[in-house]
């Protein structure tokens, strides 16, 4: 059976959030994963943080690996965000300027949220103080 649309997405997501969950040490916590991967024009740029014990950590406190590691996670996530924008053209689809996935390791579920907004553009908000106040919106929801 070939693969649709929505499962070649879908793929591409599952292995975003492997990346990010195989980057943290300690997994038996981590009650949430947070990814948002974001592509204004010619800028993009992947993000994740976690929810550990209830708390937000941050990708460099969470890890156990080196800088260099997660550099290589923030290159690979954004080799799938370049994924995702050939799978979208080739389906003659709108590419979104944002994807925002929140992965529940306990349920092994997560959430989607695409949005089509232009968001530096529209309102000159960093891009990074844009996923700090969605993770604090999402943090404390289940």
Known sequence: MAKVFEDKMMEILKHSVSLCFDNVKDI????????MLWKEKKVSSPMYSYQIDQKWVKKHKASEYSKSMMSATLYELQADLEKLEKLFT?????????????????????????????????????????????????IGKL
């Open 28 to 35: 038996e916590n981590v009650g949430k994963v947070f990814i």
């Open 90 to 138: 080739e389906a003659d689809r709108e590419f979104p300027t944002v994807f925002k996935a929140i992965y529940f390791p306990k349920t092994s579920n997560f959430t989607m949220n695409l949005e089509y907004d232009a968001i530096q553009e529209k309102t000159g908000e960093d891009i990074s103080d844009y996923f700090d106040q969605w993770v604090e919106d999402n």
